[in-house]
C-alpha cells in the first residue's frame, strides 16, 4: 500500500445517502480474480444517467468524494473501496460509514473522513457552488481542511500510523519476517513448512522420533 500523509485536490458533491456497495460496484464487476481494473464500473448503473454527477466535466479529476450518512452500507466485497480507488478517489467525506466498508477502504488506502452532518453539508455546498473548491485532509497532522472549517480527523493514532506508513495487513505481518522465519527454521520437517524457509537443525530426527511413537 502507499504512504498516505496528505490528501489534496478537488471533490465531487455525491449527495445521496445509504449508497450501497452495489451502487458503488455492481456485481456483475466481480468476476475478476485481481483487485485492479474496476475503475470502469464505478457508479456504472449511475452513470448511464447523463445527469449523474460524475458525469459532469466540472468534477473529473477529483480525488475526493462528498457524500451522505451511512456511504458503503450493503454487502461486505472489498471490491467497492478498490473501485473508488481505481476511480482516482483517495478520500470519501460523509457523516458516517458502513463498518466493513470503512475497514476495506482503509486497508487500500482510502481515507474514510468522517465529519458532523452540518459540516459535511457545508463542504457539499461548497463544491457544488464551486468545483474549484480544495480539500485538504492531513493525515499526518490528523486535520481536516475545506470551506472555511478546520476539523480533526477522525482516526485512531494506530489507524492514521499505518496509512502514514503505507502498511496495509500483509505489510504489518512483514514488519516480522525475521521473527517468522526464525519460528519457521524450528518447526520440524513433517509438520507445514513456509515455501523457502530453512530447515530446523534436528528437524529431520524430530520427524524420525515423531513416526516411531506412531508405529508403537
Known amino acids: ?29 466481480l468476476k475478476r480474480l485481481e483487485r485492479t481494473g474496476y475503475g470502469d464500473g464505478l457508479f456504472s448503473a449511475w452513470r448511464k444517467d447523463p445527469a449523474f454527477v460524475l458525469n459532469d466535466a466540472r468534477y473529473a479529476g477529483a480525488s475526493v468524494l462528498v457524500a451522505g ?14 473501485a473508488l480507488r481505481d476511480g482516482g478517489f483517495r478520500a470519501v467525506i460523509a457523516p458516517s460509514f458502513a463498518d466493513i466498508f470503512r475497514s476495506n477502504a ?15 453539508e457545508r463542504v457539499m455546498r461548497a463544491v457544488e457552488a464551486d468545483p474549484a473548491t480544495e480539500v485538504e485532509i492531513d493525515v499526518a497532522a490528523g486535520r481536516v481542511r475545506a470551506a472555511g472549517i478546520d476539523a480533526a480527523l477522525d482516526l485512531d493514532e494506530f489507524t492514521r ?24 527454521s524450528r518447526r520440524p520437517t513433517w ?5 523457502g524457509a530453512p530447515a530446523a537443525e534436528g528437524s529431520a530426527r524430530s520427524a524420525t522420533a515423531e513416526k516411531s511413537r506412531g508405529n508403537t
Open 69 to 82: 450518512p451511512n456511504f458503503g452500507c450493503g454487502s461486505s466485497r472489498e471490491h467497492a473501496a478498490w
Open 161 to 184: 500510523w499505518r496509512l502514514t506508513e503505507g502498511l496495509d495487513d500483509i505489510g504489518l505481518t512483514l514488519r516480522h519476517e525475521a521473527d517468522i522465519a526464525a519460528y519457521e
Open 191 to 195: 509438520l507445514p513448512q513456509v515455501a
Open 106 to 120: 482503509l486497508k487500500v488506502g482510502v481515507v474514510p473522513v468522517r465529519l458532523a452532518p452540518a459540516q459535511v
Open 1 to 29: 500500500m502507499e504512504k498516505v500523509t496528505r490528501i489534496a485536490g478537488r471533490a465531487a458533491p455525491l449527495d445521496r445517502a445509504d449508497v450501497d456497495t452495489d451502487q458503488i460496484i455492481p456485481a456483475s464487476y
